[in-house]
């Protein structure tokens, strides 16, 4: 049992899941702007022989495939963070790695097949990408008409709003409720999360589509943002949910496959 908790649990601290809400209350899309944002879903992290594979990630990979899908499914913009390095930046080292103070060995270089997303977290050839010089006048040029835009947003940092066009590009969404998914846990995610709820938006976590590098401390990230506020919902429940805000109708457009992006 945890802080959290009022009963026994199998929440993701047990390697499980919470229990999924008894009941979803039918918003009419145009009342609720979702967003789906994904953290981090790159070969490096998620392959088992990636620079810094994350334990445990290509178990969620069937869950990550399948959040990406309701995006597409239901037509709700998705947002994608991805590491961009260069060998220059401050958390590369080529000696020893100190992860407890964010130093970390080459992973996810520009250009590399590390850095590319994983196909079950794939965006379109549309995707608008979002590095830190991106000026915000070509941002909204670029979504100005695009039935579900999508924002593919380059960090060369953990905390993803290091690029401060992260929160211009949600000023631009204007979300009511952010569903988060993604690797690591407790580092990226839980920056991720943390920078979202000071932001003041309404965060759940998808708690069956996360994975982290050591378990103790993404039990703590979990509690820590069960306190502050933050939902958790299996996958399965998400889809029944977002099922009964949006219909069943599929969005995709069919003339646009989706493609893994090279940052």
Request: aromatic content about 4%.
């Amino acid at each position: 049992m945890h802080e959290h908790c009022n009963e026994p649990c199998e929440c993701a601290c047990h390697g499980n899941v919470l229990p999924e809400p008894k009941q979803a209350i039918k918003i009419e899309r145009t009342n609720m702007t979702d967003l789906i944002w994904g953290v981090d879903l790159q070969n490096d992290f998620c392959v088992e022989t990636g620079k810094l594979y994350v334990p445990g990630a290509h178990e969620i990979l069937p869950n990550v495939r399948k959040v990406s899908g309701l995006a597409a499914k239901h037509g709700i913009t998705r947002v994608m963070s991805a590491d961009d390095h260069t060998y220059g930046d401050d958390e590369i080292v080529l000696g020893d790695a100190d992860p407890a103070n964010g130093l970390f060995n080459p992973h996810c270089m520009r250009g590399t097949l590390g850095a590319m997303l994983v196909q079950e977290a794939a965006l379109s050839s549309k995707a608008v990408v979002v590095d830190p010089e991106s000026g915000m006048s070509d941002v909204r040029q670029a979504v100005k008409g695009a039935q579900v835009p999508e924002f593919l947003i380059l960090k060369q940092n953990f905390d993803v709003f290091t690029n401060t066009r992260a929160e211009e590009v949600l000023k631009l969404v204007a979300p009511d409720t952010i569903y988060v998914y993604g690797v690591a846990t407790d580092v990226c995610v839980d920056a991720a999360v943390k920078g979202l709820i000071e932001r003041g938006h309404n965060v759940v976590v998808v708690v069956d589509a996360i994975a982290g590098l050591s378990k103790d401390t993404s039990t703590a990230a979990l509690d820590n943002w069960v306190s502050a506020g933050v939902g958790t919902i299996s996958t399965e429940a998400l889809r029944e949910n977002l099922a009964m805000q949006y219909g069943e109708a599929h969005f995709v457009d069919s003339t646009d496959e989706a493609q893994s992006i090279r940052p």
